[in-house]
């Protein structure tokens, strides 16, 4: 195979319809440009969008069926806990004698690839690893030239309440986007440009839509909303910011094939509510016979049944105080609560190392702050439960021989998750009156006993923008406000090729996961591990 050195610009978050219109509208050149010149490709994730991981199928070349991951968060059948979990596998070029570079590539573990250089996880959008830079040295030169990451407070905004707070975060992303095209620049051209692979991601387009869409979505119920001409000005400004990020590092290629790409398309949020307040709610309720979910009365005269927090309220704090935390939660052992807090805080740093030291490469873990975690307590005493989901409704049944305290037998597994489906095609949206509910998914084994920790037994995808649901038995749960106004609904992303023994032109539909294999094709190396998909060239 012939060797070439690759260009790769990961645009996170890039939704194609909104780009080609922005591009009709002279708003982003250099993508116009780069799509006269290149072989175009409409990309196809699959339901393997709905896992949240389309940058750890980048870095590790692996779909969730190859690496037997299906979502972000993971579920220990013993405790009964769900946590974020990071990067797992090794990057698939890290067998590989080619010298990579990368800044701010999601998912991508520097200590498992000894041939990268780069930095990671400096501003990037779910980075999926700890902040980190080889050669070690290079993080602090980076930051004395770049500074820290100027957009910290808008890489999950949801600013929408508030029109002032919108203009914020446009204006903000794409200052950083400016930042993050010069410093990417600097390390293609300058610090690290001995490199076979460059690959740059930037993920401010995906923060922007999923805090800002309705500003740009006549059919969103909050398309009359106050902030949604500030939200549609935000949304241009930081497009026009990624443009020119795109036309320099286009610039900067000095002969090498581009492949531009988003893995997956971004619409409106069809999941915050479903997934993390209204499932866990119904499910406690056929469980219980009675509700937990607590919703100021006056949310359900709000005009469209639209409920909207105050501009200074967050999402996150308000809804704490929606569902209760139990009076009595687990106790410690009986010793742990006589030590003094310093003996515990250094046996806490003790236990870190240790695991540390045993598990070098262990994914980071982070604790999920969403209103279906504070049900957790209640799960070891249910039939089923919803598990945290930061995209569709994903169902775990509390199966015996699985789950620790399991409560379903498995003779009834079948039964139960076609009563769970009944259960949810019998809800309303009662704003529209129209099914909740689109589709479901079943667990991909077939011995439901064997699911990973990252699985469910039933993975309901929503129809549509719902903050409340009718149940003709259970009664109505909500409304509550919405969360994201954007989320990850795009049927498909897209592949810019140049510089490739493709001519230009629209190449039709493939696979996201044919990415990876293309670009290992262009630097004429073959992957040192299986990788999924099959090469675009």
């Avoid at 001995?194 to 740009?216: Q, R, S, T, Y």
């Avoid at 897209?494 to 539909?509: I, R």
Wanted: charged fraction near 25%; charge should be neutral.
């Amino acid at each position: 195979m012939r060797r070439q050195r690759v260009l790769a610009i990961g645009l996170d978050g890039l939704e194609v319809t909104l780009a080609e219109r922005l591009m009709a509208a002279g708003e982003m050149p250099a993508l116009a440009d780069l799509c006269r010149r290149a072989a175009r490709f409409r990309l196809d994730h699959g339901p393997a969008q709905r896992t949240g991981l389309a940058w750890e199928h980048v870095a590790s070349g692996l779909s969730p069926e190859a690496g037997r991951r299906w979502a972000a968060v993971e579920f220990d059948p013993i405790a009964y806990d769900a946590w974020q979990e990071g990067a797992r596998f090794a990057p698939w070029w890290a067998g590989l004698d080619r010298k990579v570079a990368v800044f701010d590539a999601p998912y991508v573990d520097l200590s498992r690839a000894p041939n990268t250089r780069g930095v990671v996880a400096w501003g990037a959008h779910d980075p999926g690893s700890p902040k980190a830079a080889r050669p070690l040295d290079l993080l602090a030169e980076f930051e004395d030239r770049f500074g820290a990451y100027p957009a910290s407070e808008w890489t999950y905004g949801m600013p929408f309440p508030s029109a002032p707070r919108t203009r914020e975060m446009g204006e903000s992303l794409s200052r950083a986007l400016d930042v993050r095209s010069r410093a990417a620049r600097w390390l293609a051209t300058e610090r690290l440009r001995d490199w076979d692979l460059f690959l740059a991601v930037a993920g401010e387009a995906h923060g922007a839509i999923e805090g800002l869409w309705h500003g740009v979505d006549p059919t969103h119920p909050l398309h009359e909303h106050p902030s949604a001409p500030a939200a549609s000005e935000a949304l241009v400004e930081v497009h026009r910011a990624l443009d020119r990020m795109i036309g320099d590092l286009v610039s900067a290629a000095n002969g090498a094939a581009i492949v531009a790409f988003a893995m997956g398309g971004m619409g409106a949020n069809h999941s915050d509510v479903p997934s993390m307040v209204l499932l866990p709610e119904l499910l406690y309720r056929e469980a219980f016979g009675q509700p937990l979910l607590t919703l100021p009365p006056e949310w359900s005269a709000a005009p469209d049944g639209m409920p909207v927090l105050n501009g200074d309220q967050r999402w996150s704090l308000a809804s704490r105080a929606w569902v209760p935390e139990p009076a009595q939660k687990p106790k410690p052992h009986a010793m742990a609560r006589r030590l003094p807090e310093p003996i515990k805080s250094v046996l806490g740093g003790i236990r870190s190392a240790v695991n540390a030291r045993a598990h070098p490469h262990a994914a980071p873990k982070s604790r999920l702050g969403q209103p279906s975690v504070r049900y957790r307590h209640h799960w070891p005493r249910m039939p089923a439960f919803a598990l945290p989901s930061f995209y569709d409704g994903r169902i775990r049944i509390n199966l015996q021989g699985r789950e620790r305290h399991g409560v379903v037998d498995p003779s009834r597994y079948e039964e139960t998750c076609r009563a769970l489906e009944t259960l949810l095609r019998e809800c309303r949206d009662p704003r529209t009156g129209e099914p909740i509910v689109e589709s479901f998914e079943r667990a991909s084994t077939r011995d439901p006993r064997c699911l990973t920790g990252s699985e469910a037994d039933v993975v309901v995808i929503w129809r549509g923008v719902v903050n409340a649901l009718e149940h003709p038995r259970l009664g109505r749960i909500g409304p509550v406000p919405l969360r994201r106004t954007g989320g990850h609904t795009g049927p498909h992303g897209a592949a810019y090729l140049v510089g490739t023994s493709l001519e230009p032109g629209d190449y039709g539909v493939r696979s996201s996961f044919d990415v990876v294999p293309t670009i290992a094709r262009l630097m004429g190396s073959e992957p040192a591990v299986p990788v999924s998909g099959t090469s675009l060239l």
